[in-house]
């Protein structure tokens, strides 16, 4: 099986993020990370490959320094990266994105195309379903189990109702849950056999893609402003010195919960 | 604007979420449809005028009765293009999330998602999102027709308006790869064991504890604070602790007077559960944790050491 993973390189720690007011985009000029609800879509296609042979190729859209990110999934144990960096492609939104990374996955004629459940940045749970219909696949999301065999893809997953059981002819596209796996860590090994991986970077143009349907040109959402968030009250934090018990225990009596 | 709510159903009731988001949309716009769809839903399609619903489109076909987004999708796009529907809004669930992504991208359409609040502002619609760990609020708009958008689960209630609504059924022609997914299989989560949902004080535990064991840290906590256990989603898939304690985004929304989140790092589908308690605690090793972001109090430490501790003082202090 050909597996293609997308990950996103996402600003390291939600504490610094910030959105740059002029812009109105996210600030990605500061240190980046592979978004790690990603890693699990990782290791999920490494051990697939593992079990039954196969071919892990890394996908992802970003600045230059998403190969960080990219690297990182290398370091893991997939084979190959592409990477989408294009300038024109900056302030994507989902449709944007979509076309974008549909034209990039299209020709690598993956079986089966994984993401992570989330972006820790953008908190967005979406893109999947968006690219499968682009790329006209079955999807499956959610899934915190998947088997893949005989041509077929089949994902357990849970819904506000409890588990559905869903399968899916190959090719498809399938979106898992944090709780299918833990991944693994890069070895050293790993990290030192990343660099001499084949790594291909594509511009828009390299793709096929009109400038005019990527970047804040394809969007059809727009940011229009930003707000500071409601008074939620202050956040008290604190760490342990081995008194945090009766801290917890003096906060608790003065806001009056205990 | 003809405006229209994707309006879900399971076991014959329209979803809350949705109902909620109908009860917004005829705020903003009293003439709003509502959208069903799924097989031998006539019943449940009639019972929308009640919450709302100036008129019900529905599609009542054997492909619609799985919980499947991909046909979803195909539906959807041919209601909007033949009734010209410009605004179409969705309560957040599993399904709905991809049925409004997978539409997105069928018509080329702008999707804003996790919004909490809708406006007009010079007749202009206008979402409201809290980003970056609720740190900053977006206001996003749409470029171009139609708008959709993903509302946030529990955002809006419903109201019973006690109206009728005319049901209006439309066609629809499936694509292939649409109907390539199958259900095999629908588990209903276990039965119900004491409810978190009306608790005072709510202890949760998630991956942090380390261990399914360790969840005697969190009873021994709930118990001396009267209060009950409830779990993240990433232990309950893990097997650790039961669905029905289980709060977040497909779980439970809940908010008591107080919520301690024990080795719980703050994904957004557990924050959407649990955000509106009132005073929240956590205790996590990792300093970056997203929870601490929108906690009041919040403590860096091995909740090993901690939580047995803290049980034993709040129990000196009960006697």
Redesign the interface.
């Known amino acids: 099986v050909k597996i293609a993973v997308c990950v996103k390189h996402v600003p390291e ?3 610094h ?3 740059d007011p002029q812009t109105k985009r ?1 600030d990605r000029s500061g240190e980046g990370a592979i978004n790690s609800f990603d890693t699990h879509a990782v290791e999920e296609a490494l051990r697939i490959k593992e079990a039954q042979d196969g071919e892990v190729v890394v996908v992802s859209m970003g600045p230059q320094s998403a190969q960080d990110s990219v690297r990182k999934a290398l370091a893991m144990g997939a084979d190959s990266a592409l990477l989408i960096t294009d300038d024109a492609a900056a302030g994507s ?3 944007a994105t ?1 076309a974008a990374l549909s034209a990039a996955l299209e020709p690598e004629g993956a079986d089966l195309i994984l993401f992570g459940q ?1 972006a ?15 790329l ?7 899934v ?1 189990e998947l088997t893949v065999a005989d041509g077929k893809v ?1 994902g357990k ?13 190959l090719p ?1 596209v399938v979106a898992v ?3 299918i796996n833990e991944p693994r860590y890069p070895s050293l090994k790993g990290i030192m056999g990343a660099r001499s991986k084949p790594q291909r970077s594509v511009s828009l143009s390299e793709l096929g893609v009109e400038a005019g349907t990527v970047g804040e040109a394809g ?12 008074p ?2 202050d ?6 010195d081995g008194s ?6 003096e ?3 003065e ?1 009056k ?2 | 604007m003809p405006a229209a709510v994707f309006l879900e159903h399971h076991d014959g009731e329209l979803l809350k979420p949705a109902l909620g988001v109908l009860a917004k949309a005829a705020e903003l716009d009293g003439d709003v449809a509502g959208v069903v769809l799924g097989s031998g839903v006539k019943d449940v399609a009639g019972k929308a005028g009640a919450y709302g619903a100036a008129k019900v489109y529905v599609a009542d076909k054997p492909e619609l009765e799985q919980p499947l987004p991909q046909p979803r999708v195909d539906a959807l796009a041919a209601l909007v293009q033949e009734q010209g529907i410009d605004t179409l809004l969705f309560g957040a669930s599993v399904l709905s999330a991809d049925v409004a992504s997978g539409l997105a991208a069928r018509l080329g359409a702008g999707l804003n998602w996790d919004l909490t609040d809708l406006v007009l502002e010079d007749g202009q619609l206008i979402g409201k999102r809290p980003a970056l760990g609720d740190t900053v609020y977006v206001d996003v708009g749409w470029n171009g027709e139609p708008r959709l958008a993903l509302i946030r689960a529990g955002t809006f209630e419903p109201k019973e308006t006690g109206g009728d609504a005319p049901v209006e059924e439309f066609d629809v022609s499936f694509e292939d790869f649409s109907l390539a997914a199958t259900m095999l299989e629908q588990a209903h989560a276990e039965s119900e064991g004491p409810s978190i949902e009306d608790a005072d004080v709510i202890v949760a535990g998630g991956r942090g504890l380390g261990s399914p064991d360790n969840f005697k840290l969190v009873e021994e906590l709930a118990k001396a604070l009267g209060g009950a256990v409830a779990a993240t989603r990433a232990v309950v898939d893990a097997g650790w602790y039961p669905y029905a304690t289980q709060v977040g985004q497909t779980g439970k929304t809940v908010s008591p007077k107080l919520y301690v989140a024990c080795g719980i790092s703050g994904a957004i589908q557990h924050k959407v559960g649990m955000q509106s308690s009132g005073v929240i605690v956590a205790i996590n090793k990792d300093p970056n944790a997203p929870i601490f972001d929108f906690c009041d109090l919040g403590v860096v430490g091995d909740l090993h050491e901690i939580v047995p501790k803290l049980t034993d003082l709040v129990r000196q202090r009960r006697s």
């Open positions: 720690g939600t504490t993020a910030r959105i996210l939104d989902l449709v979509t989330q820790s940045d953008s908190d967005g749970a979406v893109l999947w379903s968006a690219v499968a219909d682009r006209r696949r079955p999807v499956i999301s959610q915190a089949t997953r849970q819904t506000e109702f409890g588990y559905d059981t869903i399968e899916a002819p498809a849950s944090d709780a969007s059809k959402t727009v940011v229009q402003a930003l707000n500071d968030p409601p939620r009250g956040t008290v934090k604190l760490e342990d945090a018990a009766e801290k917890i225990v906060y608790l009596a806001k919960v205990l």
